[in-house]
């Protein structure tokens, strides 16, 4: 089964400086989908970004970037010239391309809470 | 405009008492799936269905019921529920094209 940790519990950033997200995750398999997701007070689940593993290029969006490193099993998120809108619980997820039963389902990791400071 | 939504959004029961929360969505949408997130552990795959009639077990299925009548709808039953399902719940929608769409949230307490 896969797994997903995020070891930091929180994190925090002074606004308009960079701060970077921890994630790391256990599989065997090699084709997978690697996801950033966003969850504002509002308890809304946003995704910020999206990384697929076939493909060596890191994803960006806009202030958002990811480091995906395959062998390492690492793919962490930098966010860049950080806003107070960016304040907000970040979950890495994790999704197989195959089919089967874990076809759809997103293993998330425990969440990073992301302080910004004005 | 691409929506899917639960109901309640708030939710406070007594253990035992039978309860349901709906999930529907417009987009036609084969997969759809229920989560729930608790402090410490992200969110957990409860179950899912791959279409109508289909539906089967996640990581922490005990406790809960689901049902896929129609293509719309996905309710999620807790026929006896405990304190340890007091919990934030997200109903989820996924396009062939790998998009995932999340409902607003369901925050039950079971005392």
């Known amino acids: 089964a896969q797994t997903v940790t995020q070891s930091q519990p929180e994190m925090s950033v002074q606004e308009a400086e960079t701060v970077t997200l921890s994630c790391t995750y256990d599989t065997s398999e090699s084709d997978y989908y690697l996801f950033w997701y966003k969850q504002p007070p509002s308890r809304q689940m946003i995704l910020v970004i999206r990384q697929e593993a076939y493909k060596q290029q890191n994803a960006t969006e806009n202030r958002f970037s990811v480091n995906f490193q395959k062998a390492a099993k690492s793919f962490s998120l930098k966010i860049s010239d950080s806003q107070l809108g960016d304040a907000a619980m970040y979950f890495c997820?994790?999704?197989?391309?195959?089919?089967?039963?874990?076809?759809?389902?997103?293993?998330f990791g425990q969440g990073t809470i992301l302080t910004v400071h004005p | 405009e691409a929506q899917v939504t639960q109901n309640p959004r708030y939710l406070i029961t007594v253990t035992g008492k039978k309860l349901t929360v709906t999930c529907s969505q417009n987009?036609?949408?084969?997969?759809m799936s229920w989560y729930r997130q608790d402090p410490g552990l992200g969110l957990r795959q409860i179950y899912y269905?791959?279409?109508?009639?289909?539906?089967d077990k996640g990581d922490v299925p005990e406790g809960y019921k689901v049902s896929r009548k129609e293509k719309r709808n996905f309710p999620l039953i807790l026929e006896s529920p405990s304190p340890n399902q007091t919990s934030l719940y997200f109903c989820?929608?996924?396009?062939?094209?790998?998009?995932?769409?999340f409902g607003p949230g369901t925050r039950l307490t079971v005392l």
């Open positions: 987009m036609n949408h084969e997969y």
């Open positions: 989820a929608t996924k396009h062939s094209t790998d998009t995932q769409y």
């Open positions: 269905s791959m279409n109508v009639e289909v539906t």
């Open positions: 997820a994790y999704r197989t391309r195959a089919g089967g039963t874990s076809y759809g389902k997103l293993t």
